[in-house]
């Protein structure tokens, strides 16, 4: 047992006191937060323009026989534009500010209306006006949109 410690204590302490050393002669670098974000908001632009040229026929995708909505189609090209804004805002705008940005005031009414839909979904449950399929049908698709919205760690 006193070996085995003193084999761990001390190849803590070699490689503690040259892992700075070591750092520096290969010259590697932190994490810069502001390029990393403005990467991301170049990527989601690339993403969010291969994306959208599959639109660029949707008859394909919906069938020959169906007549495309302009306004569906509309609707996804706007929705598919709203992650590559949100990246945008994340890289342009200070800390301060994006707890404020359109897409943060988006996010924060749309979980408001969720949660008022929530207690709807609990007063009809308490009522046992709608079956339990319908419900926990209900339910889950409530708890799908709320996942989507919630920020993930280290994401805003």
């Known amino acids: 047992m006193l070996i085995a410690f003193t084999v761990a204590v001390t190849t803590l302490l070699v490689q503690g006191s040259t892992l700075p050393a070591l750092i520096r002669v290969l010259k590697i670098e932190g ?15 690339e ?22 909505d302009e306004d569906v189609l509309e609707r996804v090209r706007t929705d598919t534009g709203m992650r590559s804004e949100f990246e945008w805002e994340k890289a342009r705008l200070p800390e301060q500010k994006l707890v404020r940005s359109p897409h943060r005031q988006y996010r924060d009414l749309r979980l408001a209306v969720l949660e008022a ?30 996942t989507r919205l919630r920020p993930r760690g280290g994401s805003s």
């Open 117 to 146: 839909e929530r207690q709807a979904l609990l007063a009809a449950r308490a009522r046992g006006t709608y079956s339990s399929r319908v419900l926990a049908k209900a339910q889950r698709i409530l708890d799908v949109e709320e």
């Open 31 to 45: 994490i810069d937060a502001d390029t990393d974000r403005e990467e991301s908001a170049t990527l989601f632009d």
């Open 47 to 68: 993403l969010r323009t291969e994306g959208l040229r599959i639109l660029d026929d949707p008859q394909q995708i919906v069938g020959g026989d169906v007549q495309v």
